[in-house]
């Protein structure tokens, strides 16, 4: 294991920023590596995980269908005095949810492109619904004592007031381990919740250099200088590990996604060997 961690310390040392990584073998959790894991990050689009989740806790709990109609639209309201914002396709990584302005979706369809293609336009749409208050509070409860979801995406007086939404690997690490066992909210629950995060369309990081057929549960996010992902990497059946890779101040974005890449390979190999180096 002290091996592992100095090929990983030699990795983040050649790159300019400042990290965070989780490591946490899910059957085995003495086995794993902690680094910086209480630093706070932008939580940038990993805050989308726990959206989910809020979700998905809601329709188990209240009579909200998953299959429910829900409005698109575009106008949301600042969380610094409730003045008007909208959202702008030119600004998000997801447009069909533009083209179908005014007409109704689903929950589901909602959280599947908030998920997999980190539309930010859904995730609006779900924090506006659900009340970012209540997700941050889910966040407690599950022991996720830090990580703050306060508002939506492209609220820009928020922004300028600091007000934003952070994280930790810790954070992130507990509400994955949840997941990870299969009774966070229930058993079906959290295998379709599983099967968006599997979904994931960006995989420039922790599945880059995996195994062709390797699964990942995960989920990223980035924002200027800012390079995320988080997730759970499936080495075979009920076997899997968690793994957190945090970033800031980081102006290389190549550089960041190629080590993320090199430090999940490494860690893959550690854990598929039997922890041998």
Do not use: C
């Not at 902690?34 to 706070?40: G, H, P, S, T």
């Not at 109609?69 to 309201?77: A, G, N, Q, V």
């Amino acid at each position: 294991m002290n091996e592992l961690k100095e090929k990983i310390d030699l990795e983040l040392s050649t790159l300019e920023g400042d990290f965070a990584i989780a490591y946490r073998d899910i059957n085995h959790p003495e086995q794993q590596i902690l680094i910086n894991v209480d630093e706070r990050f932008h939580a940038a689009s990993t805050m989308k995980t726990p959206v989910l989740i809020e979700l998905y806790k809601r329709a188990e709990n209240t009579d909200l269908d998953l299959q429910d109609s829900i409005l698109i639209k575009t106008e949301f309201k600042s969380i610094v005095d409730g003045s008007p914002f909208s959202m702008e396709v030119n600004e998000d990584s997801e447009k069909d949810l533009y083209r179908n302005l005014n007409k109704n979706t689903t929950f589901y369809k909602l959280a599947y492109e908030m998920i997999t293609r980190s539309s930010n336009l859904a995730t609006n749409i779900l924090i506006d619904y659900l009340d970012a208050e209540k997700v941050t509070s889910t966040m407690r409860d599950l022991g996720a004592d830090s990580i703050n979801v306060l508002r939506g995406v492209e609220d820009l007086k928020a922004y300028r007031q600091g007000l934003s939404n952070t994280t930790t690997a810790r954070d992130l690490l507990v509400i994955f381990e949840h997941l990870s066992s299969d009774t966070l909210i229930s058993e079906e629950a959290n295998k379709e919740m599983l099967g968006i995060l599997k979904d994931q369309v960006y995989n420039d990081m922790i599945s880059a250099k995996l195994p062709e057929g390797t699964e990942v549960a995960h989920k990223t996010g980035w924002i200027t200088n800012v390079h995320h992902d988080s997730g759970i990497v499936f080495t075979g059946k009920d076997e899997g590990y968690i793994l957190i890779f945090l970033s800031k101040n980081a102006p290389d974005r190549a550089a960041v996604l190629e080590a993320a890449a090199n430090i999940s390979s490494m860690i893959y190999n550690y854990t598929v060997s039997g922890y041998e180096n």
